[in-house]
């Protein structure tokens, strides 16, 4: 566990000492930002659920944009730079080195999160919402963080460089984001299939009106194990190929 | 301390490394020293368990680095032919964090890093970020951050690249100061360069181990025989014949052709220099010099590669 949190913590100060953090950051929280009064509060009378719920849904987009762009460079860099050679040559397992650097881009995801909570904060002023919504929300955008990092991460992993990593990690995120939409034209047990694979629509819902399922969690928990996994196995087999 | 033992490494349908083996000892500064593409860095990144090997096994402190990977690297330093740095890092905060990634005790990091700055003398960078050192001072830094955690063996590729001639020297000395200290196996496309840091080389070419030892026993055994060169004001009449039918000349050859004083390079199997002074004197030439012509290092790197070569064709 000490190797995999000085992995995330020298990340976590690469992201600030490089000013890529802050311009993720800045960037991220200004667009929520202009969305949250453009269109979740509106021009319309709302119930004070509702602005929450759209709340959660354009910070769920502009979230998973954030989250690819905080990952694509965790493993594409080391490649690039070279700097890999020190993890190949420490005795460190690839298994602490994908943690680390996972937790790392999360850790930096959870920030941007945090730093939002004073929009739906507003809300309090004129109106009425349930902390248990805010939570299941919150809850919601950090598992779907969670998943979209570790596709980039594994994007990362397999991609030459960060440009590359970048493609792949959103192509893979919207095939993710697609496959509701594919579950309708295709039949059972596909339909299912695709449907239940949905990383979007159908899982995050939920949670952005305040309903928490253990079985979206466990979706959640699980998209995110399994990149992980498929990135630990990519750097063992690059190892093993040169 | 290293026994590699017929190791081999494909890429692809391409043999990078073809069944090497080598071994040393403790406390040796051994050089590889290959054209490009010998396979230098593809054998140390093996030895530094960041290559498997195809084929074969290498043993560093009795660790196999197919079994015991992890032990291995704790026993190792190593340096790549651009070293690992983050440029956004200061350099006493990089061989800090590099110093808990080696497993060095919490309580001795700040020891081992101010040990490690000493003997590389980065003291007057201690706290100046990475991306603003020379190319010398990043040199060093690599080097410091592969013997931060005191490893038994350092493993350097082509620590002299890029430096200039005055980098080139401190690199030396700092390489020669690490002696007894730690077994070092280093790599070098630079003969001249190699022969004064290394105790012994280890010549490559495809792959394939070609020559091995000091760079004396290299010379005897790359040079069939020697080369006496006979320096006179003007051959004589028959001075020439009678050396060439002196038993142990293979051929004569003019040094400077058409130039006075003539410059005679004789080709023998022993060393006939007595004899070809006195045929000289005998024949009435004025000799100027007389003397064993060595071998440049370039010439004899030439031969141990080519002859290698010749004899896998004609095998």
């Known amino acids: 566990m000490a190797k995999i949190w000085l992995i995330a913590r020298r990340e976590l100060s690469a992201y600030f000492t490089t000013w890529m953090g802050y311009i993720i950051l800045f960037a991220a929280l200004l667009i929520e930002g202009l969305l949250f009064n453009a269109f979740a509060i509106g021009d319309a009378p709302k119930f004070s659920s509702d602005v929450l719920k759209d709340f959660f849904y354009y910070s769920s987009g502009i979230g998973m944009v954030a989250a690819v762009l905080l990952s694509i460079r965790l493993l594409a860099e080391e490649k690039q730079s070279g700097t890999i050679v020190l993890f190949y040559t420490s005795p460190i397992s690839e298994r602490q080195l994908v943690l680390g650097k996972f937790l790392s881009a999360w850790l930096m995801y959870a920030i941007l999160q945090i730093l939002s909570i004073y929009l739906p904060s507003l809300i309090f002023l004129e109106g009425k919402v349930s902390l248990g919504h805010l939570f299941s929300g919150y809850l919601g955008l950090l598992l779907l963080g969670a998943g979209v990092i570790s596709i980039s991460l594994f994007a990362s992993v397999i991609a030459p460089n960060q440009l590359m990593a970048g493609v792949l990690a959103a192509a893979i995120t919207v095939i993710f984001l697609l496959l509701w939409l594919v579950s309708y034209k295709v039949d059972t047990p596909f339909r299912e299939v695709f449907m239940y694979m949905s990383i979007h629509n159908e899982r995050f819902r939920p949670f952005s009106v305040g309903v928490l399922h253990i079985k979206d969690c466990v979706y959640y928990l699980s998209l995110s194990w399994f990149f992980i996994e498929a990135s630990i196995k990519s750097l063992e087999t690059r190892r093993l190929q040169g | 301390m290293i026994e590699v033992r017929s190791i081999s490494k494909f890429y692809a349908n391409k043999k990078a490394v073809d069944t090497l083996s080598f071994e040393i000892h403790e406390g040796e500064i051994v050089g590889l020293l290959g054209l490009n593409g010998a396979g230098k860095s593809t054998i140390l990144k093996m030895l530094g368990c960041f290559l498997v090997p195809s084929q074969g096994d290498a043993r560093i402190g009795g660790h196999s680095v197919l079994e015991n990977p992890n032990a291995v690297r704790k026993m190792i330093g190593y340096l790549p032919d651009t070293p690992p740095l983050y440029n956004e890092m200061k350099t006493r905060h990089y061989l800090d964090f590099v110093a808990h990634l080696k497993n060095v005790p919490h309580d001795k990091v700040k020891e081992f890093v101010a040990i490690a700055m000493q003997k590389t003398q980065l003291g007057e960078v201690a706290d100046a970020r990475l991306s603003e050192l020379s190319h010398g001072f990043r040199q060093r830094v690599g080097i410091a951050q592969a013997l931060v955690h005191q490893p038994r063996v350092l493993i350097l590729d082509e620590p002299i690249n890029g430096l200039d001639p005055i980098q080139i020297v401190e690199m030396r000395d700092l390489v020669l100061s690490l002696k007894g200290q730690h077994t070092v196996i280093l790599s070098s496309h630079i003969l001249s360069e190699i022969t004064k840091t290394c105790d012994r080389i280890l010549v490559l070419d495809r792959g394939r181990l070609v020559a091995e030892g000091t760079e004396s026993q290299l010379r005897g055994g790359a040079s069939r025989g020697l080369e006496v060169m006979l320096e ?84």
């Open chain 2, 232 to 315: 006179i004001e003007k051959p004589t009449s028959g001075m020439i014949e009678a050396i060439q039918n002196l038993s142990g000349v293979e051929s004569i050859r003019e040094g400077r052709r058409n130039q006075q004083p003539v410059q005679l390079l004789i080709q023998c199997s022993t060393d006939l220099r007595p004899e070809i002074a006195r045929i000289a004197v005998e024949s009435g030439a004025a000799v100027l010099s007389l003397g064993k012509k060595e071998a440049e290092l370039e010439t004899l790197f030439l031969k141990l590669v080519k002859g290698e070569g010749e004899g896998r064709t004609h095998g």
